[in-house]
């Protein structure tokens, strides 16, 4: 009867054992996925583009800026940053960090950055650069099997 109790309580703490490894094992594979998603956008934007960038945000998404509200991610490329990035000779993210807490089916990124955006040329071939501490806070559900960005806001100031 004692190895019976032994053997029944080694199973259980196997099981326990492999159901909590499996549990973390998926946590950091959520968490990658979401920091893989504001990666890959930040991306887009170092390169002056939005292409690939549409199907990171859901369709109703919703996007504010600077105490702006934007509308969805769509009408934001539309009406601002699609335009905006037209006008940049460059725009480069620096001393760049990024948390990430995954609550399924919800995570919730903070990034935090220097970005420094260098305008292209005016008519007299001048430039100017504009150098600001950022931070963006956004909102992820998982749809569908994908993680997508539901909410994000972004806000700067002037660097010191």
Known sequence: MKTIKTIALVTILIATFSLSNAQETKAKTD????IAVMKTY???IQNLTTEGTFNLFA??????ES?????TYAHYIEHHLGPELGE????????????AKVDAPYAFTTETYIYTIVLNPNEKGETRTIRKKGVATSILKKMGGEWKIIKTHTSSRNTK
């Open 67 to 71: 105490g702006g509200v934007e509308g």
């Open 31 to 34: 968490t990658e996925a979401v």
């Open 88 to 99: 940049f000779k460059s725009f480069t993210f620096s001393d760049y960090e990024i948390d």
């Open 42 to 44: 930040k991306d887009a």
């Open 59 to 64: 369709e109703d998404s919703e996007v504010f």
